[in-house]
């Protein structure tokens, strides 16, 4: 039987009716209509899920949406400004860190949530973030060089 749950999504808060058993991941594709995570492999390996809890990284395939029901959750959607893209969307789409896009979602997330909590990155410091994070196209140096990028913008945007 469906519950009532509201969540803080992108910085609305918004009321919805959801299963017990639905994981944040669902919620957010199924009922608050939020596509940008994705559903890859349903078992927190791929990443592709990724949304920010409260600033951090998650995998929100993983997260049971009713137990996320304090919490601030931020989307790929949520991450892009009237004044245009976040500074690690706007270094993924110039350093080509994207191909069939996918698992990029996830991986802006990962990358936005590392940066905020360590703003002076070193190459591996990225790598190691992104660890769980997986593509199949791109490789990762465009990828790494994108959040390195955004790292040095956000740093001098401060």
């Given at each position: 039987?469906?519950?009532?749950?509201?969540?803080?999504?992108?910085?609305?808060?918004?009321?919805?009716?959801?299963?017990?058993?639905?994981?944040?991941?669902?919620?957010?594709?199924?009922?608050?209509?939020?596509?940008?995570?994705?559903?890859?492999?349903?078992?927190?390996?791929?990443?592709?899920?990724?949304?920010?809890?409260?600033?951090?990284?998650?995998?929100?395939?993983?997260?049971?949406?009713?137990?996320?029901?304090?919490?601030?959750?931020?989307?790929?959607?949520?991450?892009?400004?009237?004044?245009?893209?976040?500074?690690?969307?706007?270094?993924?789409?110039?350093?080509?860190?994207?191909?069939?896009?996918?698992?990029?979602?996830?991986?802006?997330?990962?990358?936005?949530?590392?940066?905020?909590?360590?703003?002076d990155p070193t190459e591996e410091d990225v790598r190691f973030a992104i660890g769980?994070?997986?593509?199949?196209?791109?490789?990762?140096?465009?990828?790494?060089?994108?959040?390195?990028?955004?790292?040095?913008?956000?740093?001098?945007?401060?």
């Amino acid at each position: 039987m469906k519950q009532p749950l509201t969540l803080t999504i992108n910085g609305e808060s918004r009321l919805m009716l959801v299963e017990p058993y639905y994981s944040l991941l669902d919620c957010l594709r199924d009922e608050a209509q939020l596509t940008g995570a994705k559903k890859g492999c349903d078992e927190g390996d791929c990443g592709a899920c990724t949304v920010l809890m409260d600033g951090k990284p998650v995998t929100s395939c993983l997260i049971l949406a009713h137990s996320a029901h304090d919490c601030d959750i931020t989307t790929i959607e949520g991450l892009a400004t009237v004044d245009g893209l976040s500074p690690v969307q706007k270094a993924f789409v110039e350093h080509g860190g994207l191909q069939c896009g996918f698992c990029i979602p996830g991986l802006i997330m990962s990358a936005t949530g590392f940066l905020q909590a360590n703003p002076d990155p070193t190459e591996e410091d990225v790598r190691f973030a992104i660890g769980g994070n997986l593509c199949r196209c791109t490789g990762y140096a465009r990828v790494v060089e994108a959040v390195m990028a955004a790292a040095q913008e956000m740093r001098e945007g401060r």
